[in-house]
């Protein structure tokens, strides 16, 4: 394929959308045509003329001239129909979608592999941070530890929101979706669910192994309140959602998305409001930090650009750790230093921790900061969604 053969179809128009075709309009050094845009809404007003778009998805897929299918949608569902259709009838896909690519990683790299074809998703994971090709490409030999980071833009807009400005959780939540960070269903981000997608994506190519997300536990901040802010600010700390990847040993491997203190001295503090930022830590490179929007209309556009680009001269992700097999098992056997504030001693006694307590705002509130297992966290993972208690990753080694 030539650069000026570029023929894409592009499903969705909203923030990614319109943030791609502006990129694409600004970037006079590449060539693509987007032949026709489909949506789902036909009493939208349009920015461009309503000629450009259509409302049937066959247009695009059952068109011989469109030699790439964008796809820019929020229904993960009706992604993964698309992205499917599309790969099996011999066409390359460009995605934005965590959610579709995680939870259906292996049937798709399988369907590349049958179909000859290519699927590519930098987007998908931290927006415009490039970590899906630098993982599949400078460390494809690496002998990688682990990788951790912020993954939502989001919540670290609500988080820096809440610790800088003391501005309430609602009030903040409603200014990240005002500005186009949050996905439609923002509890997809306050719950952690699409850090863990990311999370799933980048394991598959950092480690091989395509995880189902259902087996990866995941807290997120809904339930963090002024008192945990309070409390980390007064040690110095912040709080960020962080996911963590890594290996317990040499075959095996764990992760999950946590809450965690960073202090001022980690490359993590500073990343604040919609920036994500993603920490390696491998044996000969050492530790690299990689830092960069992590969401909006024109940051993920340009990534979105970028796999366009990519696709133009041939580019495929060959997924080589997972050629290289070197890690097959997955494991929850492993011990965290937590701070859990709670309400309820019954909760407590739950994780198996002593308490402490204090007052703040004529409350009293309740903490305490000890060792548990990620397996007792994830055999708790249901009841915690209903648990008035806030869990923070104090990222503290534990002794083995
Ligand atoms: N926003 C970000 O910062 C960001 C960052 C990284 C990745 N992503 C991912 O990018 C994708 C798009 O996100 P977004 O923020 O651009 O969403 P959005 O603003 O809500 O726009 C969604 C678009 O999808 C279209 N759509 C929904 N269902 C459709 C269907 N069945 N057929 C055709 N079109 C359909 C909508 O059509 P109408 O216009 O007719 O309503 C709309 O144009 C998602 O997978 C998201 O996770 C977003």
């Known amino acids: 394929m030539t650069r000026g053969k570029l ?11 319109q943030g791609l075709h502006d990129v694409l309009n600004s970037s006079s050094g590449f060539k693509a045509d987007i032949v026709r845009i489909c949506v789902k809404d036909r009493t939208k007003k349009r920015r461009i003329p309503m000629s450009n778009f259509t409302f049937d998805k066959d247009d695009i897929l059952n068109d011989p001239s469109i030699n790439l299918v964008v796809e820019l949608i929020d229904d993960a569902d009706e992604a993964f129909r698309i992205v499917t259709t599309a790969l099996k009838s011999g066409k390359n896909v460009v995605s934005a979608n965590k959610v579709m690519v995680a939870k259906h990683f292996k049937e798709l790299v399988d369907l590349q592999n049958k179909h000859h074809v290519s699927l590519l998703y930098e987007a998908s994971a931290g927006a415009s941070i490039t970590i899906i090709r ?3 490409e400078y460390y494809d030999n690496e002998l990688l530890h682990s990788l951790r980071g912020i993954l939502n833009g989001t919540t670290n807009y609500v988080l820096t929101k809440m610790h800088n400005e003391g501005i309430e959780y609602d009030v903040a939540l409603k200014e990240a979706q005002a500005k186009g960070f949050a996905e439609s269903d923002p509890t997809l981000d306050v719950e952690g669910w699409d850090a863990k997608y990311k999370l799933c994506i980048i394991t598959g190519h950092a480690y091989g ?6 087996e990866v536990f995941h807290y997120g901040i809904n339930r963090i309140s002024a008192f945990d802010i ?9 709080i960020k959602l962080v996911p963590y990847v890594g290996k317990t040993c040499e075959n095996t491997i764990t992760s999950f998305v946590l809450p965690r203190f960073i202090s001022s001295d980690k490359y993590l503090y500073n990343v604040d409001n919609e920036y994500n930022g993603v920490i390696t830590e491998a044996a000969f490179a050492d530790k690299q930090f990689f830092s960069g929007k992590g969401a909006g209309g024109h940051a993920t556009g340009s ?5 366009i680009s990519a696709n133009s001269y ?3 992700y060959e997924y080589k750790k997972h050629q290289q097999g070197t890690v097959s098992n997955y494991t929850r056997n492993f011990k965290l230093e937590i701070y859990l504030r709670y309400s309820n001693e019954k909760d407590r006694k739950l994780f198996g921790l002593k308490d402490v307590s204090e007052y703040f705002s004529s409350k009293l509130y309740k903490y305490v900061i000890g060792v548990v297992n ?3 966290l994830y055999s708790l993972r249901e009841q915690l969604r209903n648990m008035d208690v806030f869990i923070v990753n104090t990222g503290r080694k534990i002794n083995k």
């Open 7 to 17: 023929k894409i179809g592009m499903f969705g128009y909203g923030c990614v959308g």
């Open 134 to 136: 630098n993982l599949e």
């Open 209 to 214: 192994l395509f995880l189902d997300p259902d």
């Open 230 to 238: 309070r409390y980390a600010k007064e040690k110095g700390l912040k």
């Open 303 to 307: 990534a979105v650009l970028s796999d």
């Open 314 to 316: 041939g580019y495929k």
């Open 374 to 376: 990620l397996e007792t």
